[in-house]
């Protein structure tokens, strides 16, 4: 048994790693800090990926 927890353990901190890596995990991590620090309002899921997706593409393209 207790194999099984110890395989189950690592799997999760796998899969963890994977979703942060990919960004998957983004909204968990935001809201971990932002109840850790009382700043302003929790951005709702919506909220949060529009402001990413404005932050990702409102940038000036340099490449030509």
Known sequence: MRIVELLRRNLTLVWQGIREWSGDAAYEIYLRRAMRS???GVLTAEE?????L???????????
Do not use: A, H, L, S
């Open 54 to 64: 404005n932050r990702k593409y409102c940038k000036p393209n340099r490449c030509c």
């Open 48 to 52: 949060f990926y529009v402001e990413q």
């Open 38 to 40: 009382k700043d302003r």
